[in-house]
């Protein structure tokens, strides 16, 4: 298949806002794609590298920016011709690394139609953002394949990948989901939760539940087989190596094959509190001397769920059910902390669960999870049977500057740079966002920071700090990339506040005080 198929079915999935017509779209791409290739075509339409971080940034991007280098005139470039050319770039390092990954990318670009450029300057800056994500992608597939979407979904939870299993139905039909089950050592995609506004809510919302601790550590799911330990990332990497501590757990367990959910977090042994969320990924991030990492930072496994023990698949049984499983598996200092909400409609009830989430943000976590107590295993999707409630922290900050949006955001100011006041009346940056923007937003944030633009080259547009927006966000974490040391996490857009000057914004002291 060749590239400017997928960039043209890209282009029309991000020109339709109908679930319904993305996914027949996306049938039609999958029944024109040779099954081998599939993989590749939910790669780019998910706006993904299959080949992960490749070292190209927008030093390298900008030089070469459509129509800098010159487009052929018909399209020849293959899929695969494309990914054998990302896979040479991403094996690119040493001396004299950035120079060659520039080459290649020229050499790329050379070999592409205009819209074939746009569509992998959109890949590569991670700007593809037209709405056919997995969850659209999945439902293309089934429609290609003339499958069931929850048979095929089911599918895709236990064997945990999507291209796999896409590969497989396109090309032996249907019969062959019938293959794919959940195994000890095969990690599958772990269930979400969705947001409630409080707890109140959340118990209304879902009926008899509990009420769990959310922990801001890393999501892990343990595997073992015998003596055989496995440990995966929410994201199914295989970090075992990394974790020593969580693989020494995993023996210690009384049982022999089993599938844990959880989190590894970091506690200080001094204030008896988790140690920051950077300390954690830092820590589980480190490849080199990780005995040494562990000495420095040990880390704690706790767990919230099974999904596997004994011979058995949980995963369809109710969450009551599995956590006494869990229970029979683990003693309690390795499970999560919860709280039983038997009777929602009790008063009592309530604010017993509300006085749980007070008493997990005093222990220093980040918030609860709330979960329908018969529910069951979702894997792979944000199911609305756990709903997380998190405190929402706002800061009213200066817009600094803006850079200019690709994709369906072309010819859009988008991504906005935030910045709080300084003592001496200078601001002080502190990250940038493009979520939370609606079509008209961004119509209007284009003309008014239009007239605030002071320079302009050609990607990001300086402004005068005059523009406050409303800015919610999930917490603050230690950055080396901003000056005042720490960046928002999950920032988002609430509202502008045309009422307020920017000498009203909020300071970088109120920032630092409210870590």
Not at 193 to 221: F, M, N, S, W, Y
Not at 241 to 249: A, D, N, Q
Not at 347 to 355: D, I, K, N, T
């Amino acid at each position: 298949m060749l590239l400017a198929r997928v960039a043209e079915v890209s282009g029309q999935v991000a020109a339709t806002s109908a679930r319904s017509q993305k996914i027949g779209l996306l049938a039609e791409l999958f029944a024109e794609a040779d099954p081998d290739e599939s993989p590749l075509v939910i790669a780019y339409l998910s706006g993904r590298l299959p080949q992960g971080r490749i070292g190209v940034g927008w030093s390298v991007l900008k030089h070469v920016l459509p129509p800098a280098v010159p487009p052929v005139a018909e399209p020849e470039l293959t899929l695969a011709g494309a990914d054998a050319a990302l896979s040479e770039l991403a094996g690119v390092s040493g001396a004299g690394a950035q120079a060659r990954r520039a080459g290649l990318v020229h050499d790329l670009m050379a070999a592409a139609t205009l819209p074939e450029q746009e569509f992998l300057l959109r890949l590569l800056s991670g700007d593809v953002r037209q709405g056919a994500l997995d969850a659209i992608a999945l439902e293309g597939v089934a429609r290609a394949a003339g499958v069931v979407p929850g048979e095929l979904r089911r599918a895709v939870m236990l064997e945990g990948s999507l291209p796999r299993v896409a590969r497989a139905v396109l090309a032996e039909g249907p019969a062959v989901l019938g293959t794919f089950t959940l195994r000890v050592g095969s990690p599958v995609q772990p269930m979400l939760a969705h947001t409630a506004g409080g707890v109140a809510e959340a118990v209304a919302a879902l009926g008899p539940c509990v009420v769990e601790e959310k922990l801001d550590g890393i999501r892990i799911q343990v595997h073992r087989r015998g003596d055989e330990v496995r440990v995966y990332t929410r994201s199914l990497d295989d970090i075992t190596g990394r974790l020593p501590e969580v693989v020494t757990t995993a023996w210690e367990i009384a049982g022999d094959e089993f599938v844990l959910d959880g989190e590894v977090i970091a506690v200080d042994p001094a204030a008896g509190r988790p140690l920051p969320f950077q300390d954690i990924a830092s820590r589980v991030g480190s490849r080199l001397d990780v005995v040494g990492a562990a000495a420095a930072v040990p880390l704690s496994p706790v767990f919230f769920d099974v999904l596997a023990a004994d011979g058995e698949v949980l995963v369809d049984r109710r969450g009551r059910e599995r956590h006494e499983v869990l229970a029979r598996l683990l003693p309690e200092s390795l499970r999560v902390r919860r709280t039983v909400v038997a009777e929602p409609g009790d008063p009592a009830a309530v604010e017993a669960a509300e006085r749980f989430f007070r008493d997990t943000l005093a222990r220093g976590h980040e918030g609860v999870l709330v979960k329908a107590i018969d529910a069951p295993y979702v894997a792979g999707r944000r199911g609305r049977t756990w709903l997380k409630v998190k405190p929402v922290h706002t800061l009213d900050l200066v817009v600094l500057a803006v850079e200019r949006g690709h994709g369906r955001r072309t010819g859009l100011l988008s991504n906005l740079h935030l910045g709080a006041r300084a003592a001496d009346g200078t601001f002080v940056m502190l990250g940038k966002t493009f979520k939370g923007l609606t079509d008209e937003t961004l119509r209007w944030q284009t003309e008014r920071l239009g007239e605030l633009a002071v320079a302009d080259d050609g990607f990001t547009v300086r402004v005068r700090p005059e523009l406050v927006v409303e800015i919610a966000y999930d917490g603050l974490q230690r950055s080396t990339r901003y000056p005042a040391g720490v960046t928002l996490r999950f920032a988002r857009v609430v509202r502008y506040r045309p009422d307020k000057s920017a000498a009203e914004a909020d300071t970088v002291e109120t920032v630092l005080a409210a870590r």
